[in-house]
């Protein structure tokens, strides 16, 4: 009778969690959900402990209700150990307007203003308001996924905001347009930067609205290839309005788990990187065995995007993509995904036999399903999005 009672109850418990995946947010309509929680405590980083498996991203989960914490804690782990901080600016520093079909956002803080400005690529087909798909730097997925379909397309230019590499007399760090409104902030890096500048878009949308732009934002993705694919990981894993991330080829730095690829040779590990992107203290202090103090991984970023929409693209023809490290990474990332009962909101494709950012058609219905799912509302299914070559690790 036990059994049957503790059967019973499982399968209500199970049944509940698949019922409250259901019902949990596609995409929130602030930011940051958890902006009002207080950041962890963060250590020295010689203070840190000596964590040899991946850390666990559901530590003191035990619910959704709990999920809001626990991510803002990894957010903040990532900020003050890896990228640097992304500043929240206040609606009222935000102005918008549109010339034509190009998108003008400035953003004014200690004085200062930045200006950002991106042409929207309308669809042929549809109705407006059209849900949105913006470029981090660029779109590098096929034009054909979207010529049939009723969304619309824009770039996030992020020199905008800081130079790519930040190289050069006059593009050293500290020395960018981002670093006039907040001059405290010049050891930040790139990235952080950039996903503070794709946000601002986001913010000039919602102020002048769908009958202005044409565009629904509660229908936004983003995506980009190798450097920039890892921008749209961090564009999408900090701003929780963003209803679908697809990062194509990040390599390390992105989706890749810092700790595998730290045992590879060959690859973009944490040691062989480009620190521009990243806060430099993050090579100083978790350079070669001490990537096991860093208090977090790369699929804890993954994990920043639940309970919306992630796919990752792979490819494992270019050995310092580390895309075996990406894919031990992504398996652990799902678990937060599974927990939640909406395993179906997360997925991988990681397939050779084309070149670099060249997606090739074989990997088009991953990406379209995606597509179709979490930006026009389909009934689509992608519960079993897992495809990954046999060369990988399993």
């Not at 059994?3 to 509940?16: E, G, H, M």
């Not at 803002?72 to 782990?77: F, Q």
């Not at 020199?159 to 907040?182: A, P, T």
């Not at 946000?199 to 509660?218: A, M, N, V």
Request: with cysteine; hydrophobic share 40%.
């Amino acid at each position: 009778m036990r059994l049957i009672s503790t059967i019973v109850l499982c399968c209500a418990a199970l049944c509940a969690q698949a019922q409250q995946g259901g019902q949990l947010p596609l995409r929130y309509q602030v930011e940051n959900t958890g902006a009002a929680f207080a950041k962890p405590a963060m250590p020295e980083a010689s203070q840190l402990p000596v964590i040899k498996d991946l850390p666990d991203p559901l530590k003191g989960v035990n619910g959704f209700s709990d999920w809001a914490r626990r991510r803002s804690e990894i957010a903040a782990l990532i900020q003050h150990y890896g990228i640097g901080e992304k500043p929240a600016v206040k609606k009222e520093h935000i102005k918008a307007r549109m010339s034509g079909d190009t998108l003008i956002v400035d953003v004014t803080v200690n004085g200062q203003t930045l200006t950002l400005t991106s042409e929207i690529r309308y669809p042929k087909t549809g109705k407006a308001p059209y849900p949105l798909m913006i470029g981090s730097s660029m779109i590098a997925l096929p034009r054909q996924l979207f010529d049939d379909r009723p969304i619309a397309t824009m770039n996030f230019h992020e020199k905008q905001v800081n130079d790519y590499g930040q190289w050069g007399k006059h593009h050293e760090r500290g020395e960018h347009n981002f670093d006039r409104l907040y001059p405290h902030l010049k050891d930040n890096g790139a990235y952080s930067e950039w996903a503070w500048g794709f946000s601002r878009l986001i913010d000039g949308l919602e102020l002048l609205g769908p009958e202005i732009t044409k565009i629904d934002t509660k229908h936004i993705g983003v995506t980009g290839c190798s450097y920039a694919g890892k921008m749209a990981l961090y564009c999408g894993a900090f701003d929780e309005r963003v209803a679908l991330t697809i990062a194509q080829e990040p390599g390390g730095g992105g989706a890749a788990a810092w700790r595998y690829s730290h045992l590879q040779d060959s690859v973009e590990n944490l040691d062989k990187t480009d620190y521009h992107w990243f806060l430099e203290s993050q090579l100083t202090n978790f350079h070669g065995d001490s990537v096991y103090q860093l208090p977090y991984d790369q699929h804890e970023l993954c994990a920043l995007v639940c309970p919306r929409a992630l796919l990752l693209l792979g490819n494992p023809d270019y050995k310092w993509l580390a895309d075996d490290a990406m894919l031990v990474s992504a398996k652990a990332a799902k678990k937060v995904w599974e927990r939640f009962g909406i395993a179906d909101r997360m997925g991988w494709s990681i397939v050779g036999g084309h070149g670099h950012c060249q997606l090739p058609e074989c990997q088009w219905p991953e990406v379209l399903a995606f597509l179709d799912k979490f930006l026009l509302g389909k009934d689509t299914n992608t519960n079993d999005i897992r495809v990954y070559s046999k060369t990988l690790i399993k």
